[in-house]
């Protein structure tokens, strides 16, 4: 079945270290996101990217950074700049970028600091 | 500046009490509004897209009806497996989209 898939689930940080969020689609879509989700807040996007090899900050980008070396792959690193990382992070793809696709959401990644 | 903003924040129903959820938005060239689900742990599912004022869709017991400057979410005899954040979010001209806080529903049996 085509679909999203994150890895991992859930992901403790601690203080200066930088991790990483995996993100794997295999709909065949061109657009691909990185929303943060905080209690009684909307999405929040992080970055996306609209093909591969380009990307663009989207309305949170300090202190993550992302790389889209294959269609199938949009990988988003929590850097230690991010100085309130714990959220819920979800991954999302579309046919194409437009405001007007509907986008399909992975399971999402739940990150800690320690 | 695009905004979206839901009604209540979190609702409690008993099974069956019939109710609806708010979606207030300003936007500047409606291109799309949007309903997703969303349980506890998991990512968003896509529900609706609603394109222009006086349309209407239906899946199972939810209905969604948008007028130029809201969107409700109608949920007809609720059962305890609706339960779940509601999200709405717009697309306008900008092509950017912006996503509501939810509406959190519980439904007890």
């Known amino acids: 079945d085509g679909g999203i898939t994150q890895s991992p689930k859930y992901l403790f940080r601690k203080e200066g270290q930088n991790v990483t969020l995996s993100c794997e689609q295999n709909?065949?879509?061109?657009?691909m996101y990185w929303y943060r989700q905080d209690p009684g807040q909307g999405l929040r996007l992080i970055y996306y990217s609209q093909i591969v090899n380009d990307f663009q900050k989207g309305d949170i980008a300090e202190g993550y950074s992302v790389s889209r070396e294959k269609k199938e792959s949009f990988p988003l690193t929590v850097t230690s700049a991010q100085k309130n990382p714990t959220a819920f992070y979800l991954c999302a793809s579309s046919k194409t970028h437009s405001g007007a696709n509907v986008l399909t959401f992975g399971a999402g990644s739940r990150l800690t600091v320690l | 500046e695009d905004q979206v903003t839901q009604s209540p924040e979190a609702l409690r129903l008993q099974e069956g009490e019939s109710s609806s959820l708010n979606c207030s938005y300003t936007v500047s060239g409606l291109r799309g509004l949007f309903w997703y689900r969303q349980d506890p742990g998991k990512g968003p599912e896509f529900l609706f897209t609603l394109y222009s004022a006086g349309e209407e869709k239906e899946k199972e017991r939810l209905k969604a009806t948008l007028t130029k400057k809201e969107s409700f979410l109608h949920i007809t005899a609720p059962k305890p497996e609706d339960s779940a954040t509601y999200l709405c979010a717009i697309a306008g001209n900008t092509g950017k989209l912006i996503f509501g806080q939810g509406t959190t529903l519980q439904v007890k049996p």
């Open positions: 709909l065949n879509h061109d657009a």
